[in-house]
């Protein structure tokens, strides 16, 4: 199955992959009226310090803890991709208490988020990978 | 051709047939369900009260998950007795049901404490299945004073599941702190406040002496009027079945990591076991969703003939009332115990690490709670501390405080 | 000095409501000019810190800046620009000598832009390129002038070493020093994947890079810098720089700043030392002290690579190239005064050195008429812009043509001209590790990689167009070429006749 991969290597720390993220997430046509003004709740985050950064998102991991102690079932694996249904999710943030990567987070309005590889949105495949600069980020199979 | 049967149908139950289907396709699967409903989630039943989930979305998997698993349920029906030597289940009906792997996923039962006058309150509810949410809401009303017995996990929840629909509710608990089980005084404090805020009182430190009818009375001698009384005291692991059948037991039913009972052919999963704490080396009851999803799951793939261990359990709660959100896990004991405590309190709230022997060995978060799993992890994990740069961890928590190797590993690789 | 009359070269023009403040822009500018002011919620610029390299304009999400020009303006005339103007006060605030990087910028005369290539129409019929064979392979080194055959009438077939090269263009010589290791990287893979040839410039070999020998020239330069035994030989040839064309009779200097790490290692010099390359070879006073160090090197390498000897196009080219040609030289590299630099005094840039255009015919020309233009094969290089300059230079008599500022800018450089200052915000011209990461090399390749294969189809639409299906057939063939707009004399030098003739 093809992941987002992060090489830390050639990332420059940027933080586009966050905006391409908050973009593409955002059902907006268009950048500006996305995002102009506007606080920014990505599901990619960049880290590090001044010197080594890295973005880290969903590892759609194969044996996804958040799925399996999600309390609703709104955590759910779509043909390998983990995936949440925001309607089901009550906010109990079982799922921010067991990612070891600290890749599920709360959205706007506290509802948790996460990538889905933007398998659902219109952009159709990650868009913080199309967006990186330096193929730090790259979309493939492992 | 297999046959596999589950007692009980709930989170540990849909997570062994699971892992059952993830071995097995073919194999004959009977999920005996006492309750009348497809499987919910329990945790649920709160935020169904405050109208924040319905009765269609705390389904905890989807409409035709028993059809898609192939799995055949038995509705209304209670295993009365397990004969291991015959490896057959007795069912209330009279029937009997046959199997090659048998999964006890019986969950807990409420804690009904023994106080006098309790059997004449008239309006008395235990709040644990959704049969006793529907219950109070049938009952509860912008009138309503509820007393609720217990301010743990479940009591809180209930208050806070209530509190738009009650006139009043109060809560009292033997000890001097809510949540008494997971935080300590100076977090149980803020809880206490968030509660306060929102018109919830709270009598603790004392107990109930006595009902008479729709007034407790408490230890100290006064009397609180009540219409509607939750006992919310607590759960016990309801592991009878395999008590009776001559299994071997604690509180609940014991488990090793491939979750077998000492019975041959029985595994046991969630609520009803006790199994190992790996943050403190002991073997407690930990009666938690995540982990009775894995236990089952861990037992389903083991029942069909696959091989999972699962030892990495901890205790571990994610818990938000009114928009604070508590985070716990781990062993929260250590400073007693010769470790030491980290402790960060802000105006955003209060976080505390536990450290011994090096490791991190749990953790309290009240407030600030984003990237928790991180902790948890070093927790589950048991990573030497002396690897990570725990001074930025402390701080917050990030993979950066990890080495660059884990980072390769787990960016860069299929986990 | 209390104020400065150098207003800034450029304004950042920012279209507020496209901003998002992501900072993107704050985040990629190593020189300082973006800024986010956390209290009116707004980005800032300090645009006099701006060299327009355009890295913001690039990373910008929403499209949201441009950098133009200042229109605010000196009181210029025809005698007095604005930027001999700035010049003036620069040196009047610093006392220094004016430095500057990348090619010639004044307006002298590009011939290349006056040339007009030929095509076949009625009597000799024009190639398709995409149905026959097109061959652009060239082979450098010494030629035999004649076949001779042995006793029993066998081929002798003793010619000296050759390069070859699948299409007429070579990456000139940038140093690993001047330009980074990322860029380094990206040059020796894409000239390996295009069967081409890359230049390690005066910088020493990365030992990472030695398995791109076979398709590298190791340069020696004045100031001998990494040069060794295993360096010589680990390379498809050997380059003597005797001289660069943006700055010919001078030599280098690269700030000790620039020595660090790697680096240092590469070059054999202790870190923090400035490497300074002389302006002569102290050694080479002559065409026969030139020979002596042309066949060191080639007893250094057991005679199997050709040698290289680079000259700047100044006066008298030709003779100095008919003395090159003479000393064992298998190849001569002439580079033209628009060639680029890291870093070169700006009036010799501007001032110094001719065009290569004019050079190279002349050369060509000199060696046919002595008789000895199978002994070298010639490279130009010194702004070689496109397809259309290579087919003109080859067609001038050119084996082949070295490309630097046009494989910088398939890089990511946008000219800013300030590769001396070290912070080259695309990863090219610095030394500071969070810059070089900018140039992924994966990247750097297959963009340098497209670049010369567009050239390629280029370069054989075009020999096609005039009924030529093989490169070697181009060369030296100034037939194929007319001038527009030239004075008899340059067409005379160029060796070519006017447009109409």
């Keep these: 199955m093809k992941r987002v991969y992060a090489n830390e290597k050639w990332c420059l720390g940027c933080h586009l992959c966050e905006y391409y993220c908050a973009y593409?997430?955002?059902?907006?046509?268009?950048?500006?009226?996305?995002?102009?003004?506007?606080?920014?709740?990505?599901?990619?985050?960049?880290?590090?310090?001044?010197?080594?950064?890295?973005?880290?998102?969903?590892?759609?991991?194969?044996?996804?803890?958040?799925?399996?102690?999600?309390?609703?079932?709104?955590?759910?694996?779509?043909?390998?991709?983990?995936?949440?249904?925001?309607?089901?999710?009550?906010?109990?943030?079982?799922?921010?208490?067991?990612?070891?990567?600290?890749?599920?987070?709360?959205?706007?309005?506290?509802?948790?988020?996460?990538?889905?590889?933007?398998?659902?949105?219109?952009?159709?495949?990650?868009?913080?990978?199309?967006?990186?600069?330096?193929?730090?980020?790259?979309?493939?199979?492992? | 051709m297999k046959n596999y049967v589950i007692i009980g149908n709930g989170t540990a139950a849909a997570g062994c047939l699971e892992g059952i289907r993830s071995?097995?396709?073919?194999?004959?699967?009977?999920?005996?369900?006492?309750?009348?409903?497809?499987?919910?989630?329990?945790?649920?039943?709160?935020?169904?009260?405050?109208?924040?989930?319905?009765?269609?979305?705390?389904?905890?998997?989807?409409?035709?998950?028993?059809?898609?698993?192939?799995?055949?349920?038995?509705?209304?029906?209670?295993?009365?007795?397990?004969?291991?030597?015959?490896?057959?289940?007795?069912?209330?009906?009279?029937?009997?049901?046959?199997?090659?792997?048998?999964?006890?996923?019986?969950?807990?039962?409420?804690?009904?404490?023994?106080?006098?006058?309790?059997?004449?309150?008239?309006?008395?509810?235990?709040?644990?299945?959704?049969?006793?949410?529907?219950?109070?809401?049938?009952?509860?009303?912008k009138d309503s004073r509820v007393l609720i017995l217990g301010a743990g996990l479940i009591g809180l929840k209930a208050a806070e599941g209530l509190h738009k629909r009650a006139g009043s509710i109060s809560v009292t608990d033997i000890s001097g702190h809510v949540l008494p089980s997971i935080l300590d005084e100076e977090c149980?404090?803020?809880?206490?406040?968030?509660?306060?805020?929102?018109?919830?009182?709270?009598?603790?430190?004392?107990?109930?002496?006595?009902?008479?009818?729709?007034?407790?009375?408490?230890?100290?001698?006064?009397?609180?009027?009540?219409?509607?009384?939750?006992?919310?005291?607590?759960?016990?692991?309801?592991?009878?079945?395999?008590?009776?059948?001559?299994?071997?037991?604690?509180?609940?039913?014991?488990?090793?990591?491939?979750?077998?009972?000492?019975l041959p052919d029985i595994y046991a999963a969630g609520d009803c076991t006790e199994s190992l704490d790996v943050s403190d080396n002991t073997i407690k009851v930990m009666a938690l969703l995540p982990n009775a999803y894995m236990q089952g799951h861990s037992a389903g793939i083991n029942m069909a003939g696959g091989e999972s261990v699962f030892d990495k359990a901890i205790p571990m709660n994610s818990i938000g009332f009114f928009g604070l959100h508590i985070m716990?896990?781990?062993?929260?004991?250590?400073?007693?115990?010769?470790?030491?405590?980290?402790?960060?309190?802000?105006?955003?709230?209060?976080?505390?690490?536990?450290?011994?022997?090096?490791?991190?060995?749990?953790?309290?978060?009240?407030?600030?709670?984003?990237?928790?799993?991180?902790?948890?992890?070093?927790?589950?994990?048991?990573?030497?501390?002396?690897?990570v740069d725990f001074e930025r961890l402390k701080k917050n928590p990030d993979l950066f405080a990890l080495d660059a190797k884990f980072r390769e590993q787990r960016l860069g690789g299929v986990v | 000095m209390a104020i400065s009359y150098i207003f800034p070269e450029f304004e950042v023009v920012r279209n507020f409501d496209r901003c998002i403040t992501c900072r993107v822009c704050e985040r990629q500018c190593s020189n300082g000019v973006h800024s986010y002011d956390e209290d009116g919620k707004v980005m800032l610029a300090d645009e006099s810190k701006c060299v327009d390299c355009q890295?913001?304009?690039?990373?910008?999400?929403?499209?949201?800046?441009?950098?133009?020009?200042?229109?605010?303006?000196?009181?210029?005339?025809?005698?007095?620009?604005?930027?001999?103007?700035?010049?003036?006060?620069?040196?009047?605030?610093?006392?220094?000598?004016?430095?500057?990087?990348?090619?010639?910028?004044?307006?002298?005369?590009?011939?290349?832009?006056?040339?007009?290539?030929?095509?076949?129409?009625?009597?000799?019929?024009?190639?398709?390129?995409?149905?026959?064979?097109?061959?652009?392979?060239?082979?450098?080194?010494?030629?035999?002038?004649?076949?001779?055959?042995?006793?029993?009438?066998?081929?002798?077939?003793?010619?000296?070493?050759?390069?070859?090269?699948?299409?007429?263009?070579?990456?000139?010589?940038?140093?690993?020093?001047?330009?980074s290791y990322n860029a380094h990287e990206s040059l020796a893979r894409a000239a390996t994947e295009l069967g081409i040839l890359?230049?390690?410039?005066?910088?020493?070999?990365?030992?990472?890079?030695?398995?791109?020998?076979?398709?590298?020239?190791?340069?020696?330069?004045?100031?001998?810098?990494?040069?060794?035994?295993?360096?010589?030989?680990?390379?498809?040839?050997?380059?003597?720089?005797?001289?660069?064309?943006?700055?010919?009779?001078?030599?280098?200097?690269?700030?000790?700043?620039?020595?660090?790490?790697?680096?240092s290692r590469t070059r054999m010099i202790p870190e923090g030392t400035d490497a300074i390359s002389p302006a002569p070879h102290h050694d080479i006073y002559s065409i026969e002290d030139l020979r002596q160090l042309v066949y060191s090197l080639k007893e250094a390498t057991q005679h199997k690579k050709p040698v290289i000897v680079k000259v700047a196009a100044v006066h008298n080219i030709a003779a100095i190239a008919s003395g090159i040609a003479r000393s064992g030289a298998d190849i001569i590299a002439i580079d033209g005064f628009r060639g680029g630099t890291g870093a070169a005094p700006t009036r010799i840039r501007d001032n110094v050195g001719i065009p290569i255009e004019l050079a190279l015919a002349a050369v060509d020309q000199r060696l046919r008429d002595e008789g000895i233009r199978n002994n070298v094969s010639l490279v130009a290089g010194g702004s070689i812009r496109s397809a259309s300059d290579v087919v003109k230079a080859v067609a001038l008599g050119a084996d082949t043509c070295y490309i630097g500022t046009a494989a910088l800018m398939a890089l990511g450089c946008h000219l800013c001209r300030s590769c001396h200052t070290g912070k080259c915000n695309w990863g090219i011209a610095t030394q500071r590790l969070?810059?070089?990461?900018?140039?992924?090399?994966?990247?750097?390749?297959?963009?340098?990689?497209?670049?010369?294969?567009?050239?390629?189809?280029?370069?054989?639409?075009?020999?096609?167009?005039?009924?030529?299906?093989?490169?070697?057939?181009?060369?030296?063939?100034?037939?194929?070429?007319?001038?527009?707009?030239?004075?008899?004399?340059?067409?005379?030098?160029?060796?070519?006749?006017?447009a109409g003739e």
């Excluded at chain 3, 303006?73 to 005698?79: C, I, P, S, W």
């Design chain 2, 23 to 141: 071995v097995d396709k073919e194999a004959s699967v009977t999920i005996i369900s006492e309750e009348s409903r497809h499987v919910y989630s329990r945790p649920l039943i709160s935020y169904y009260l405050e109208g924040k989930t319905d009765l269609h979305r705390m389904l905890y998997r989807p409409y035709d998950f028993y059809e898609k698993n192939n799995c055949k349920v038995l509705y209304s029906l209670r295993a009365e007795r397990i004969d291991p030597a015959q490896k057959k289940v007795l069912l209330s009906d009279g029937s009997q049901l046959s199997y090659d792997a048998l999964c006890v996923a019986t969950g807990s039962v409420p804690f009904v404490p023994d106080i006098k006058g309790l059997e004449g309150v008239g309006k008395k509810f235990t709040f644990m299945t959704l049969d006793d949410a529907l219950a109070i809401e049938g009952e509860v009303s």
């Design chain 3, 55 to 179: 890295r913001c304009v690039a990373l910008c999400p929403t499209r949201a800046l441009k950098i133009v020009k200042n229109d605010c303006t000196f009181r210029e005339d025809a005698n007095w620009s604005g930027a001999t103007i700035k010049e003036i006060y620069k040196q009047a605030e610093s006392g220094g000598v004016l430095l500057s990087s990348m090619g010639n910028p004044q307006p002298l005369p590009v011939y290349w832009d006056r040339i007009l290539i030929n095509a076949s129409q009625v009597t000799n019929p024009s190639i398709d390129p995409l149905r026959e064979p097109m061959e652009t392979k060239v082979f450098l080194g010494k030629k035999a002038d004649d076949i001779r055959r042995g006793p029993d009438g066998e081929l002798i077939c003793d010619l000296p070493p050759q390069l070859e090269l699948s299409m007429p263009v070579m990456f000139s010589a940038m140093s690993f020093g001047s330009i």
């Design chain 3, 198 to 263: 890359y230049n390690t410039g005066e910088g020493g070999l990365h030992e990472d890079f030695y398995r791109f020998g076979k398709n590298t020239i190791v340069q020696v330069a004045s100031g001998r810098f990494g040069v060794h035994e295993a360096y010589l030989n680990a390379g498809a040839a050997i380059e003597i720089k005797m001289g660069q064309g943006a700055k010919p009779g001078i030599g280098g200097h690269l700030p000790g700043k620039k020595i660090v790490g790697e680096v």
């Design chain 2, 188 to 262: 149980a404090a803020l809880v206490r406040s968030r509660f306060e805020q929102e018109g919830v009182s709270f009598l603790l430190g004392e107990s109930v002496a006595m009902f008479d009818s729709n007034v407790a009375v408490m230890s100290d001698g006064r009397q609180i009027q009540f219409d509607i009384l939750i006992m919310a005291a607590g759960v016990r692991p309801n592991a009878k079945l395999v008590r009776n059948a001559g299994g071997a037991c604690g509180r609940g039913i014991a488990v090793d990591e491939h979750m077998r009972t000492s």
């Design chain 3, 434 to 498: 969070e810059l070089v990461r900018r140039l992924n090399p994966d990247i750097g390749t297959r963009r340098l990689v497209n670049l010369l294969t567009a050239w390629k189809h280029e370069i054989a639409e075009m020999m096609g167009g005039m009924g030529i299906n093989s490169i070697e057939a181009l060369r030296g063939n100034r037939l194929m070429l007319r001038g527009v707009n030239m004075t008899e004399k340059e067409l005379e030098i160029l060796g070519i006749s006017h």
């Design chain 1, 24 to 142: 593409a997430n955002s059902g907006k046509s268009d950048m500006v009226k996305a995002l102009r003004g506007k606080k920014i709740y990505p599901r990619i985050r960049v880290e590090g310090d001044d010197k080594i950064t890295y973005a880290v998102s969903c590892r759609h991991c194969s044996d996804p803890l958040c799925v399996k102690s999600c309390i609703t079932g709104a955590l759910h694996i779509e043909d390998g991709v983990v995936c949440i249904d925001r309607d089901r999710c009550v906010g109990c943030l079982t799922c921010i208490l067991v990612c070891p990567y600290g890749a599920v987070v709360r959205g706007e309005g506290g509802v948790v988020q996460k990538c889905e590889l933007c398998l659902k949105n219109a952009v159709g495949s990650p868009a913080c990978v199309l967006g990186c600069p330096n193929q730090a980020l790259v979309f493939e199979e492992r």
């Design chain 2, 328 to 387: 716990t896990a781990g062993n929260r004991t250590a400073p007693a115990e010769g470790g030491e405590a980290y402790e960060e309190i802000t105006d955003k709230g209060i976080k505390k690490l536990y450290v011994k022997d090096g490791r991190l060995v749990g953790f309290v978060l009240v407030g600030e709670v984003d990237r928790a799993g991180i902790y948890t992890d070093l927790i589950r994990s048991g990573t030497p501390l002396e690897k």
